[in-house]
């Protein structure tokens, strides 16, 4: 696990940028693992830059999203698909019919959504403030591919910001790869910002290797890099 500490967040986006990049260009028909939430965004703004700057093409690209609420409409301003759009694939020349954001509430859905996860060169994740990576909660089992999950309170209470600070009108359960879907991947790139995340990072790079903090499984995969801001690195031993 390699660790890229940074002043701030624009930094942090940059440096994610340069992790991305170097995939893309090796491969132009290459496969994303994508992640939604605040700590990708500026990456994302990178990624929208390049694309109208430097012409890097993302037509050949497929993309797979992390996660989904469930219940919550395609269009609704808070989806995962709505984020997507907003941030990234309305501003580049990505197909759509090669983006991919699960969907459903079902067992089958999730086990249809894993079985088109295949082949992906890099997955881009944050880190919740308990350690889950995608929606996978402390507790989850480390093989689990993926499924439908009844969202923690310390979740909801982190995505409140998004549905006018009310607990009650977040989701209650989302779909998401499981830990062994996203350990699958070739290289996983984790963002993470900000103090609320220390402890987090602190668990997932220097803790022993438990389902208490999802994110620790990260330290048993071959080629993960890490990159955090000041803040969210404040508590490692460095």
């Known amino acids: 696990m390699k660790v890229i500490v940074t002043k701030d967040y624009d930094e942090l986006s940059k440096e994610a940028f ?48 992390l996660d989904e609420y469930v219940g919550i409409d395609r269009n609704d301003p808070q989806s995962y698909y709505t984020f997507m759009n907003d941030h990234l694939f309305s501003h580049v020349d990505i197909d759509p019919a090669n983006t991919h954001v699960p969907y459903g509430s079902t067992a089958e859905d999730a086990k249809a959504y894993d079985d088109q996860v295949k082949g992906v060169d890099i997955q881009l994740l944050g880190i919740g403030r308990n350690g889950h990576i995608g929606f996978n909660e402390p507790g989850t089992p480390f093989d689990e591919r993926t499924h439908i999950v009844e969202l923690t309170e310390s979740t909801r209470d982190a995505n409140k910001r998004f549905f006018d600070d009310d607990i009650n009108k977040v989701p209650t359960h989302a779909i998401t790869q499981g830990i062994g879907t996203v350990m699958d991947a070739k290289k996983i790139l984790l963002v993470a910002n900000g103090e609320s995340k220390a402890d987090a990072v602190k668990a997932m790079v220097e803790g022993p290797v438990d389902t208490a903090c999802p994110a620790s499984v990260l330290q048993n995969h071959p080629d993960v890099v890490v990159i955090v801001d000041e803040a969210a690195a404040s508590k490692l031993n460095r």
């Open 18 to 65: 340069k992790v991305m990049k170097e995939v893309l260009d090796a491969r132009p028909d290459a496969v994303l693992g994508l992640a939604t939430g605040s700590s990708p965004e500026g990456l994302y703004a990178e990624m929208v830059k390049d694309h109208k700057e430097n012409g890097t093409s993302y037509k050949d690209v497929h993309t797979y999203n």
